[in-house]
């Protein structure tokens, strides 16, 4: 039997995934990971808007051309540009989230019902409920900034 030591770097890949790789004494160490992350629903709320820019500029032609762009189906495309829909003030609180540990207490089909309401009062009231349930401090614009 022949027994080989040899030093090898471990560590895990995205997804779970592990990555082996021959040990080099001359590699700088990895990276720290950050300790929280931007939450998902602030990082779909700017693609929303990105992309309704994209359109308005010309960029892409229709959300089909975005959906093959993203790499998504154009129902996902769909339900991230009615992200768009929403009241300024309640986008300006997603993009404004904080980064954090843990699962995110905001989810964007949360947000679907909400954006689906015809007028921006209708959706405050929502936000305004969906934040006193889970805690969050909310800023809500007057009643006058409404849309006609």
Known sequence: ?????????????SRGRIAIRPHDTNAEPPRPRP???VPRISRLMALAIRFNEM?????ASDMIELARL????QPRMSQIMALNQLAPDIQEALLNLAARKGKPEIHEKRLRPIAAMLTWKEQRAAWKQICDAIGFQHYVMEESVDQV
């Open 1 to 13: 039997m022949v027994t080989i030591k040899r030093k090898l770097n471990v560590s895990v890949a």
């Open 35 to 37: 300790s929280s992350k």
């Open 55 to 59: 359109i308005r500029t010309g960029e």
């Open 70 to 73: 993203g790499h998504v189906t």
